[in-house]
C-alpha cells in the first residue's frame, strides 16, 4: 500500500483522476439507520483508505453459511488452480457468460487478478450456474483490498450470505430471468413514460429489461458504481432496482424527443450509462433513485417470488432462454448435439437468433441460404440448402422490372462472364428467390417451448424447450436423412459464436 492506501493492483493516475482522495479518514458509528444516511449521502466516497475500512466492516457481517471460503483458502488453492497460466490469459468461469471485465482503475496486474479470484470462486462454490455482475464486484472489490486473498474472502462472503431477508447478488439464470421480470414491472408502474418509449421502439422490450444489469455492474463508471455499491452493501438489491429506474428515467429525459432506432436501444442504452457523467452526477442519479416513491423490499420480494414461481411453472423455457441469451450477438453460430447413444450431430447457422424475436412472439423461420445440417458420429455426411444442389427448384427473382444501373450514363451489365446469370449465393435471403413453396426455406425458428431446424415435411433438428429430449428427420429445406437416432436424448449441446472483431 502506498501513502494514500492505492494496493498495487490500482493505476494511481487513473484513480486520482477517478475518485479524488478529499474525504474523512475515521468512521464512527454503529446504529444502521445513521450508516444508512451516511452511505446516501457519500460520506466515505471522497476517501480511498476509508472506504476499504467500511467494505471490509459491511462485509465481515455479513450472515454466512457455516463454512465460507477465507483469504487463507485462496492461499492454498491459488497456485493450483492457475498453474502455470499468465494471469492476463486465464479463461474466464462459465457461470459470468462470457461478460467482459471491467478494469476500472486496475493496471495490468490488477485485470490479471481478477480472473484468478473468479476461477478460485468457481472452485469453491461449483452451485454457482449463471453470476454475470460477478466480475465487476471482483473488479470493484480489488480497488479496496490489501491483496487477491482479502478480494476473494470479501467476495465469497457476499455470495455466501444465508440471510433470506438480504438478497445480494443472483447466481442462477432463475433468479436472473425473475429479476429482469421484475425490473420489467417496476418499469411499467414507476416509469411510465420511459415505459411506453421502450415499447414504441423496442421490438421486444422484455430484451431491453434483461439488460439492467449489465448497465449497472460493468456500463458505470467506477465512481458511479461504487456509490451505489455503497448503499447496496448497507440496504441490498432493492439499490440496485432504484438505480436502475433513475438511469432510464434520466434516459428517457435525454433522448425522449431524439430519433431511436429499435436495433440500437440497448447499445444506445450501454452508451448512455457509460457516459453518463455527461448528463448527471453520482449525487444526482442517487438522488433520483430514492425519490420513488411507495418502493419497498417487501414489494420487490412478492414480485421476486412470483415471477420465479411463473419460470418454474414453465420450467421448460429457462434452459431454453439461456441458450438464447448466450447465442445472441454472434452471428453465425455452430449448435452441436451429443446423444446419450453417443451420436454426434449439429447446424450451421447463418443469422443471429435475435431475429427470433421480430415475429411478435410466433414460432417463424428465418435464416439464409448459408446454413447446413450434419452429421460426425457415427459417420460424417453434410447436407446443405436443397436449391443449391438443386437450382432448377427455383430462379432468382427477375430484374426486368427494375431500373438499369448506369454508370456514367451508360448501361451497366447484371451478369459476367465470369458470374453465371443462373448462379444461385446462398447469401441471400429467401425473398430474393421465386420458391415453389415456402418447404424448400424453412432454416430456423426458435421459441420459449423448442427450437427448430428445418422444415417442410419433417424436421431436420427439433429440440424441446428443455434441451433434453430431441427429433430428427427429412426436411424438403436440406433434404436430409435423419442426423441421429428419429428420437434421442440429448447428452450435451455446445454452441460455437462467431462475431466480426472490427464490430464488436
Not at 155 to 177: T, Y
Not at 364 to 392: A, D, M, N
Not at 397 to 410: Q, R
Request: some cysteine; aromatic content about 10%; proline content about 5%.
Amino acid at each position: 500500500m502506498d501513502s494514500q492506501g492505492y494496493n498495487c493492483f490500482v493505476d494511481r493516475d487513473k484513480m486520482d483522476t477517478a475518485i479524488q482522495d478529499l474525504g474523512p479518514k475515521e468512521l464512527n458509528c454503529t446504529e444502521l439507520q445513521e450508516l444508512k444516511q451516511l452511505a446516501r449521502q457519500g460520506y466515505w466516497a471522497h476517501s480511498h483508505a476509508l472506504r476499504g475500512k467500511v467494505y471490509q466492516r459491511l462485509i465481515r457481517d455479513i450472515p454466512c453459511r457455516t463454512v465460507t471460503p477465507d483469504a487463507s483458502v485462496y492461499s492454498d488453492i491459488v497456485g493450483k488452480i492457475v498453474g502455470k497460466h499468465s494471469s492476463t490469459s486465464l479463461p474466464l468461469p462459465e457461470f459470468v457468460d462470457n461478460t467482459q471485465v471491467p478494469s476500472y482503475c486496475l493496471n495490468t496486474r490488477g485485470e490479471g487478478a481478477v480472473r484468478k479470484i473468479l476461477l478460485c470462486i468457481a472452485n469453491q462454490f461449483p452451485d454457482i450456474s449463471f453470476c454475470p455482475a460477478l466480475p465487476a464486484v471482483v473488479a470493484l472489490l480489488l480497488h479496496y483490498s490489501i491483496d487477491e486473498a482479502e478480494c476473494f474472502e470479501k467476495a465469497c462472503r457476499i455470495l455466501a450470505c444465508n440471510d433470506p431477508s438480504k438478497k445480494l447478488i443472483d447466481q442462477s439464470f432463475l433468479a436472473f430471468e425473475s429479476s429482469c421480470m421484475t425490473f420489467g414491472d417496476l418499469v411499467n408502474k414507476y416509469c411510465q413514460a420511459a415505459h411506453k418509449l421502450m415499447v414504441a421502439v423496442s421490438e421486444d422490450v422484455l430484451q431491453v429489461y434483461a439488460d439492467w444489469q449489465r448497465w449497472l455492474f460493468g456500463e458505470l463508471p467506477l465512481n458511479y458504481f461504487a456509490r451505489v455499491f455503497d448503499v447496496f452493501l448497507v440496504e441490498g438489491y432493492k439499490v440496485l432496482y432504484r438505480v436502475a429506474l433513475a438511469i432510464l428515467k434520466f434516459f428517457h429525459k435525454v433522448r425522449a424527443g431524439q430519433p431511436l432506432d429499435s436495433d440500437n436501444v440497448k447499445q444506445d442504452i450501454r452508451t448512455f450509462v457509460h457516459d453518463i457523467a455527461k448528463t448527471v452526477s453520482p449525487e444526482k442519479l442517487l438522488e433520483k433513485a430514492f425519490a420513488i416513491r411507495l418502493f419497498s423490499r417487501k414489494e420487490i420480494q412478492l414480485l421476486q417470488m412470483a415471477n420465479e414461481k411463473a419460470l418454474k411453472q414453465k420450467g421448460i423455457t429457462v434452459k431454453q432462454k439461456r441458450f438464447y441469451f448466450q447465442c445472441e450477438g454472434h452471428e453465425p453460430t455452430l449448435l452441436l448435439i451429443k446423444t446419450t447413444q453417443k451420436e454426434v450431430c449439429g447446424a450451421y447457422l447463418s443469422t443471429d437468433w435475435s431475429e427470433r424475436n421480430k415475429f411478435g412472439g410466433k414460432l417463424s423461420f428465418f435464416g439464409t441460404g448459408e446454413c447446413f445440417v450434419f452429421r460426425l458420429q457415427p459417420e460424417v455426411q453434410r447436407y446443405e440448402w436443397v436449391v443449391i444442389k438443386h437450382p432448377e427448384l427455383t430462379k432468382p427473382v427477375s430484374l426486368e422490372t427494375t431500373a438499369t444501373p448506369t454508370v456514367l450514363g451508360h448501361p451497366m451489365s447484371l451478369s459476367s462472364s465470369s458470374e453465371p446469370a443462373d448462379r444461385l449465393s446462398p447469401f441471400l435471403a429467401t425473398r430474393h428467390f421465386n420458391l415453389p413453396s415456402k418447404t424448400e426455406s424453412m432454416f430456423m425458428a426458435g421459441g420459449n417451448d423448442c427450437l427448430i431446424i428445418g422444415g417442410g415435411g419433417g424436421q431436420a433438428l427439433y429440440i424441446d424447450g428443455d434441451l433434453n429430449r430431441g427429433r430428427t428427420g427429412h426436411c424438403d429445406t436440406f433434404n436430409n436423412q435423419p442426423l441421429c437416432s428419429e428420437n434421442f436424448l440429448i447428452a450435451a449441446v455446445e454452441a460455437w459464436g462467431f462475431q466480426d472483431p472490427d464490430t464488436h
